[in-house]
């Protein structure tokens, strides 16, 4: 099994999220059986919302400062929780020999195992994942991306940040899913590490794929 | 704030269950809020009690490996969520200056502010943990330790090491805590940290206090 570095931090709750996923989907008989896991959950770094706007410094140095340092502690595969730091994908692949699994890959990879003729998704994603258009070249050709109402969801992803994870954020949030539904979405991809914090499948009437478990999944794969 | 070093493993579980902990406790009114913590979560560390019994090799060389590589990271204090490992602390604090955060200390001060007069302590500690006198000495005279049988709690620590926090384990767990009581434990110590994934305050007639919890109050302020 390979050492796993996680670049984490973006937020530190969904990097504990992930890494609590991860273990509880680890074929495990014992402590032996489970992966080697290295975090970096690092919640200081630049916001990737405001350097996209170029409203902010970068958080590529962070990352790249993250990512040598975690293979130089034997790191033999990166990943991170964090959709939107996808931006700044190729700065970390540039930094380090150490293969990176990429949550986009994963998820795209996921949607269409679970809707094979997929033409529209809904993106429950923040600014800066719409922006560098991650999912939109992700999916390629012939898949509409809807995005949310922005001006509701962004505020909601910052309410979880800071630890709102209530019955009030869980049905805004479910109201936006419902719009992208009604706008012609047939499969919504929580595509923010914060997303499935308060959203899940239940909430909805179409498929929900979580970009998070698709990324548990791969890693595992990718570890084996 | 400064950077937290969690050199962890011992079990990987028990690791996560410590840095939720340490999540959830910390004052946080946004992301940037939480600390910047860096984990080697790494199951596959030689076994402590085999070590102490003289009978395999000692898990020193990889704890020390981990502190070198967190300070390189950048960590500020170090800490370690498993108290059987603390047999190794001195090599530990020898190989970096990093100020080393130690549970059995942490644990110690815990007891003594929930019993204050306290002369009898159940200690719900491992084989390593009781025959490095860790407990004993850190309580020093005056405090009778009182060991749980251990040809039952050592099957209990595996089965919640390989996943398992049913009911069944539960009630057993309950059964050792209630026979300390019985014996004269005026308080009952959680001194491994997969102790409080099966066992609570609402689980025995004595206070009880978590060795995690004491470590994560103790990492919050050495942090501050």
């Not at 400062?65 to 033999?76: F, N, Q, R, S, V």
């Not at 070249?137 to 309410?159: K, S, Y």
Request: some cysteine; proline content about 7%; aromatic content about 4%.
């Amino acid at each position: 099994m390979k050492t796993v570095g996680v670049i984490g931090g973006m937020g530190p709750a969904a990097t504990l999220d992930f890494l609590t996923k991860l273990h509880a989907a680890t074929p495990a008989a014992s402590e032996a059986d489970h992966l080697h896991v290295i975090t970096d959950n690092h919640p200081h770094r630049a916001d990737r919302n405001a350097a996209m706007r170029a409203d902010g410094p970068s958080p590529a140095p962070s990352l790249v400062k993250t990512a040598i340092g975690l293979a130089a502690m034997g790191a033999e595969l990166l990943v991170m929780p964090c959709n939107a730091a996808h931006a700044w994908a190729d700065d970390i692949i540039a930094a380090t020999p150490v293969p990176f699994v990429s949550i986009i890959g994963a998820a795209v990879a996921a949607v269409r195992a679970a809707v094979p003729d997929v033409t529209c998704v809904g993106l429950l994603a923040v600014e800066a994942t719409q922006a560098a258009r991650l999912y939109h070249d992700g999916f390629g050709p012939g898949v509409t991306i809807l995005a949310p109402d922005m001006d509701v969801f962004m505020p909601l992803i910052f309410a979880v940040k800071a630890g709102d994870t209530g019955a009030d954020i869980r049905a805004r949030m479910a109201g936006l899913a419902a719009a992208l539904v009604a706008g012609g979405a047939e499969v919504l991809l929580a595509a923010c590490t914060e997303v499935p914090l308060v959203f899940g499948p239940a909430d909805a009437a179409v498929p929900v794929v979580s970009a998070t478990d698709a990324l548990v999944a791969a890693t595992l794969a990718a570890a084996a």
